[in-house]
């Protein structure tokens, strides 16, 4: 099919590259120009593991094309795929404005009979909103349009993967033919019968066929609201836990993982830490706060959530506070930018507002991140950018950890020790093991771990086995 996407941030590159990956004929625009450029000329505007492999090969393949020209790209698709950003307005409410300029986009450009389809992440009746923005501003077009929403589930880091192997695939119609596009559309997906993986050369262990979900436009645009909330309490839970480990005397690390356990709980998402950032689950739980508020219910569990993860960089700069007094003058590393492992972007990234703190007080601030660099260069041109972990530590009275690279955990520990001139860790992501730290001679500080100093870890007593071999 010929499907046309607008906006190529993380979700409609992945978007477009996969479904070119399938088979489709596939067209990208975006309203910023240089992006369109820089991927005409073969370049990234973001990383993401394994997309620009499946660019390359579908751009090469003809399947693949980029366009600044918006109204060709929408010309060009059976199917446009609406990926523009929903960014929070002051008040926490989505603002929706990008959606309402790509559907006049739609409904003035079109020649031919569309389905478009809100793949965004947008509050419960956008859907509605679209249909008659459509319907007004395309009344002269002489085509129709049907609308469908189609929620990404996509996680940075691994967004190839979970578009082409997914647990789950869910699409809110209006109308059967809308359905039997979709439908088409995932085929190759639903039967997980295209040519090639290309993250496992073609020997993907993951090939599962997904559940195709058919519901109505409003409970797909709830779905992802619902799921998006869902695992965000699931972490300030986890971090509440951590709290209490902190201030009673245990581990959190220990008891996550029995919770994890527990088929009815799982382990994925209790994680405690710095909290949750990124661009989807600070603003999607916000967005679905206001929804609440507007409709009239309870939503003081969701507030509570956001209140929880707004606490934990202070209570992680308390801990820094308390190990080492004042900041003014002092050298502080940072390892890790980006808000989570195996991508670049660092918006509501936890390690910018520690950056900020330690600039206002005066700390002289030294980082590290394996691909977040270039992108915090524009938020903070005059700090110390480091070329590896290990210049980083030099000279340095503490380091914090506020992304959990798996790089991190194999570092030469001893050298950094060795080159710091106090040998302090902070780590805001219970990345490193304890208890190897101290042995090794650092000072160390984790989340949620037993001891009247602040989550500072204390040596087991011998004897004693370790979780991992209990
Ligand atoms: C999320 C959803 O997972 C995805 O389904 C949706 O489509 C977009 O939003 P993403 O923003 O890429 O994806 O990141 P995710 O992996 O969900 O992590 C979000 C944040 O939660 C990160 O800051 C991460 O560090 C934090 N997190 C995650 C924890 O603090 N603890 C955990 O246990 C898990």
């Known amino acids: 099919m010929k499907i046309?996407?607008?906006?190529?941030?993380y979700v409609g590159l992945v978007t477009g590259a996969c479904l070119a990956e399938i088979g489709h004929t596939v067209v990208c625009t975006d309203n910023d120009e240089s992006k369109i450029r820089t991927l005409q000329s073969g370049g990234m505007p973001i990383y993401e593991p394994h997309l620009d492999q499946i660019v390359a090969r579908n751009v090469a393949a003809n399947r693949l094309s980029f366009t600044a020209n918006l109204g060709d790209a929408v010309r060009a698709g059976d199917a446009v795929f609406i990926c523009v950003g929903t960014p929070p307005l002051p008040d926490g409410d989505a603002d929706l404005s990008s959606i309402d300029s790509a559907a006049r986009l739609i409904a003035v450009e079109s020649k031919s009979s569309k389905l478009v389809v809100e793949k965004s992440t947008v509050p419960m009746q956008t859907g509605q909103k679209l249909t008659r923005v459509l319907a007004i501003y395309g009344r002269n077009s002489g085509c129709t349009f049907s609308v469908a929403s189609n929620p990404e589930f996509l996680r940075e880091g691994t967004s190839v993967h979970d578009f082409l192997h997914p647990d789950r695939i869910v699409i809110g119609v209006a109308d059967e033919q809308s359905e039997a596009q979709l439908r088409?559309?995932?085929?190759?997906?639903?039967?997980?019968?295209?040519s090639l993986c290309p993250i496992h050369d073609g020997n993907c262990p993951a090939r599962t066929a997904?559940?195709?979900l058919v519901t109505s436009i409003n409970s797909a645009e709830l779905i992802k609201h619902a799921c998006n909330s869902f695992l965000a309490v699931k972490i300030s839970y986890s971090n509440l836990i951590a709290d209490i480990c902190e201030r009673m005397g245990a581990d959190v690390n220990e008891v996550v993982n029995a919770m994890g356990l527990d088929p009815r709980i799982g382990p994925a998402f209790l994680r405690p830490g710095l909290g949750f950032g990124g661009f989807?689950?600070?603003k999607d739980i916000q967005a679905f706060i206001r929804l609440?508020?507007?409709?009239?219910?309870d939503v003081s569990l969701l507030r509570d959530a956001e209140k929880i993860n707004k606490r934990r960089i202070d209570h992680f700069l308390a801990k820094a506070a308390h190990c080492l007094w004042t900041l003014k003058d002092k050298r502080i590393g940072i390892l890790g930018l980006a808000f989570k492992p195996n991508t670049d972007d660092i918006r509501f990234a936890p390690a910018l507002e520690i950056i900020n703190h330690l600039l206002r007080e005066h700390a002289q601030v030294r980082v590290f991140d394996p691909q977040a660099m270039e992108k915090t260069k524009a938020v903070f041109p005059t700090i110390q950018y480091c070329a590896d972990p290990y210049e980083v530590a030099d000279g340095c009275e503490a380091l914090m950890i506020a992304t959990e690279w798996e790089s991190f955990k194999e570092l030469d520990w001893q050298r950094i020790r060795e080159s710091m001139l106090r040998p302090l860790v902070l780590d805001g992501r219970n990345l490193l093991n304890g208890e190897d730290m101290l042995a090794m001679g650092f000072e160390y500080q984790a989340v949620g771990l037993p001891s009247s100093d602040l989550g500072g870890i204390k040596p087991r007593p011998a004897g004693v086995p370790n979780f991992a071999s209990a």
């Open 210 to 212: 997904p559940s195709l």
């Open 184 to 194: 088409e559309i995932y085929r190759p997906i639903l039967s997980q019968d295209f």
């Open 292 to 297: 609440g508020e507007k409709a009239g219910v």
């Open 280 to 282: 989807c689950l600070p």
């Open 4 to 9: 046309s996407i607008l906006g190529c941030g």
